[in-house]
């Protein structure tokens, strides 16, 4: 007997629905069992993008200690946020999800660092961006499929992956970087991810920053944000050992914000009244965001923690040292194709037999940006720092 296929999800007349998705760029047949948004999910979940991540930096660079977030366990917080808010809007969980997860899937070992160093690489040749390259991955890069490059993503779950992209790039992007060239929004679950992203970013680079000692509590005390669950939880349970301490009061900031996301979202939308995903498209602002007050908590902190944590003495030395070895990638690479694997080679011998110097360093940067850390250090040592016989 052959089982109907999934009914569309239950949701808001202003949320991403699987009947009308804007499709595939390459045609396919439908899962039987399986929506759209959930098949998008899957593959991003099986590609082996989403698997380096595992190995890429957050804050400290992999082999720092195995107890802080990398790009994995990161894009799996932001996915669990997401999801949360996703359900509270009444919004397809399955995209938001999808889009949550390939959000970090084009970024560079070395998390930012890395990518200023590529960006400065690539700069005669359009730049780096880690927004693009994901979409890049997702469209090209992967490889996995007979039928097609990259892993055939719908629509919106790419939609979604793209959150910034400046005009001049977006117009080579097609019906994906539209956005970006005649203005409008993208839908409510791709603005709900890129929230549920600072959210988590700001709140666990916090925690981070707390247990490795890097951050101290005494320099929070002038952050409404983190202090005023901190005195609520001292207060509280005055004997507990700081360890706990931090984790309650980020697991309290987290929420605080969380609810906030969903209050005034959903005050925004029913102000709104959007009837369907294409009038979220045609807003003039999003729609999804936080009050005055948590907006400025959230901009409060990140200026904390680009002062305190990502511009401390030791987070610089170790980013200094991966632009170094990224610089280095990038130079020896891109003399000496011969040094990379066949596989990357042939590409790389067609993006510069299609548009020459460009196509050559576009690969280059294919290539490096989807290492991890642990293989960005042992390739420089081989390549960049031969011992002598």
């Not at 901009?299 to 040292?321: I, P, S």
């Not at 050559?360 to 989807?370: E, N, P, S």
Request: aromatic share 6%.
């Amino acid at each position: 007997m052959t089982l109907p296929p999934p009914s569309p999800t239950l949701v808001a007349p202003y949320a991403a629905r699987e009947e009308t998705s804007r499709g595939r760029r390459h045609p396919e047949a439908p899962a039987r069992y399986r929506g759209p948004y959930q098949r998008d999910r899957d593959r991003i979940v099986h590609s082996a993008a989403f698997r380096r991540l595992e190995y890429k930096t957050q804050v400290f660079v992999n082999h720092a200690g195995d107890m802080f977030r990398t790009r994995l366990t990161h894009s799996l917080e932001v996915a669990q946020i997401a999801r949360t808010v996703a359900r509270a809007l009444r919004l397809n969980e399955d995209l938001t999800e999808a889009i949550a997860l390939a959000h970090d899937l084009g970024h560079t070992p070395f998390g930012h660092a890395g990518q200023h160093a590529l960006n400065e690489c690539m700069a005669p040749y359009g730049g780096f961006e880690h927004n693009r390259q994901s979409l890049r991955v997702v469209d090209l890069l992967e490889e996995k499929y007979p039928e097609f490059p990259g892993l055939n993503l719908t629509f919106e779950t790419r939609e979604g992956i793209l959150k910034h992209c400046s005009p001049r790039h977006a117009g080579a992007l097609g019906e994906v970087g539209e956005r970006f060239v005649r203005g409008g929004q993208p839908s409510l679950e791709a603005q709900v991810a890129n929230l549920a992203d600072e959210v988590a970013y700001n709140s666990h680079d916090l925690d981070d920053g707390l247990r490795s000692g890097l951050v101290a509590i005494e320099d929070l005390h002038g952050e409404e944000g983190f202090a005023e669950p901190y005195a609520e939880v001292t207060r509280r349970w005055a004997e507990l050992p700081l360890r706990r301490v931090i984790h309650e009061v980020v697991r309290r900031m987290i929420d605080g914000q969380v609810t906030n996301l969903i209050d005034t979202s959903r005050g925004r939308i029913a102000r709104a009244d959007p009837r369907s995903i294409d009038e979220v498209r045609a807003a003039t602002l999003p729609l999804i965001g936080f009050d005055h007050e948590f907006r400025t908590r959230h901009l409060r902190m990140k200026r904390f923690l680009r002062k305190h944590l990502y511009r401390h003495e030791q987070v610089r030395r170790m980013t200094g040292e991966a632009q170094r070895v990224v610089r280095e990638l990038f130079d020896t690479l891109g003399r000496e194709l011969g040094l990379l694997p066949p596989s990357d080679l042939n590409r790389i011998r067609e993006l510069e037999a299609a548009t020459g110097a460009e196509g050559r360093a576009r690969g280059v940067a294919d290539y490096i940006a989807g290492m991890t850390d642990r293989f960005a250090l042992a390739e420089h040592k081989r390549l960049c720092r031969p011992t002598n016989p």
